[in-house]
């Protein structure tokens, strides 16, 4: 394992940089035991880090239903909103898996995430993300903030129009992770984008 190359490291030969005959003396098993340990596994955690995930364990389940929560709130609103085309998400009545999603979720709790599709298109798009002021642009989901992004300008904008089309991302498509913040400043945070359009 020390003396071929390494198809993780880019052919890195780990006995000719790290062993005997290389200019930091033996140290290619150290190394390699621990650049590959770091890549795969991870470093260990401090013990303030292992304080806070426990911490943040022990609220979890107010939290994802405090998501949830707002997530069916923003997305009733959003469906009588005039700048909307539709909204996807399986908490509101008309989804067809609604019924699926009552026998599958707990206490009514759908999910913290939801699609709409904003009239206007791609610049539409853009331009509701581009003024939000509480919400974050990040493709990530699940944080405590709301998180919103534009797929078609970003994450799928790689991808030809028929390529975004076969993915389900629409030219005004928005996908939202509300977060725990107080569901009317997100409900205004929306507002005041939308009137940008």
Known sequence: MFTTP??????????????????FGNIAFIIRARVE??????????????????QGLETLSLRIER????????????????????VNYPGLEEHPDHQIAKQQFRKNLFGGIL???VKGGFEAGKT??????????????GDAKTLIIHPAS????????D?????????GLIRVSPGIEHIE????????AFAKI
Do not use: M
């Not at 929560?69 to 700048?83: F, G």
């Not at 509701?128 to 989901?141: F, R, T």
């Not at 970003?154 to 129009?161: E, P």
């Open 185 to 192: 400043d997100i409900i205004e945070d929306f507002e005041q």
């Open 37 to 54: 340990q770091l890549r795969d596994i991870g470093p260990a955690l401090s013990p303030f880090n292992s304080f806070l995930f426990i």
């Open 6 to 23: 390494s198809p993780s490291y880019h052919g890195l030969n780990f006995w000719k940089v790290f062993g005997e005959g290389g200019p």
């Open 128 to 141: 509701l993300i581009n003024n939000v002021k509480l919400a974050s642009l990040l493709a990530n989901v």
């Open 115 to 117: 699609t709409f599709v």
């Open 163 to 171: 390529e975004q089309k076969q993915a389900g991302v629409s030219a």
């Open 67 to 86: 998501h949830c929560e707002n997530t069916l709130v923003l997305a009733k609103w959003l469906q009588k909103h005039p700048k909307v085309e539709s």
């Open 154 to 161: 970003t994450t799928h904008s790689q991808l030809s129009a």
